[in-house]
Structures are given as C-alpha cells and as structure tokens.
C-alpha cells in the first residue's frame, strides 16, 4: 500500500492559536460594567484574570482597568502599590479614567 504524503498546509498549526487579547478585553469590561455582575468578588477575581495579559503587553485600556480594579479590591499594601504603577503607566499614556483614579488617589 502506498502512502501518500500530507502537505504542510495541513499539518501546519495556525498562527493565532492564542486568543486574540481584544476578545479578552471585552469580556473583562463587560463583566466589570455590568450591575449584576461587576459586584461579585469571583467576578472582579475573573476580570483580573483576564486583563493581566493584555496589561502586560502595554494595552493602555487593560493597565487602567487592571490598577483600578487593584487599587480598589485588594486588601494587601503590594497589589495596591502594583495597581497605583499600572494606573501611573495608564495615565502617561493618555488614559482618561486612570488620570481621574489616580488623581482620587494621591488627593
């Protein structure tokens, strides 16, 4: 029997096997602003998740969302101090919401 050979087309792995970090902001500010939802600490736990990728790769709207969400939720004096330097990056990049936090902050 003759065996014939697959291309490379086929075998090849696609190059966005990730999920695309937009996708992934959405669903974090969607759970975030929703009423119901954006109370609940599994939630807001959920949320940070979510938005941890997308802040460290320098998306402005992921570090505001993430700092603010620290700096509002955690209860140890680090993730605070981790918050208020996501919201500082956030706001030098010319985030309006985390310029406003961080102002409520250092008042």
Do not use: Y
Request: charged share 30%.
């Amino acid at each position: 029997m003759k065996f014939r050979s697959v291309s490379t087309s086929v075998t090849d792995v696609p190059s966005s096997v990730t999920p695309p970090k937009r996708f992934t902001m959405r669903v974090a500010e969607w759970l975030l602003d929703s009423p119901r939802l954006g109370e609940n600490p599994n939630v807001k736990h959920l949320a940070g998740h979510l938005l941890k990728a997308p802040a460290r790769e320098g998306v402005v709207a992921a570090q505001g969302r993430l700092g603010q969400l620290m700096c509002r939720e955690c209860g140890n004096a680090r993730d605070r101090r981790i918050g208020q330097d996501l919201l500082r990056q956030a706001a030098r990049a010319g985030d309006r919401r985390a310029q406003r936090e961080l102002g409520q902050i250092e008042d």
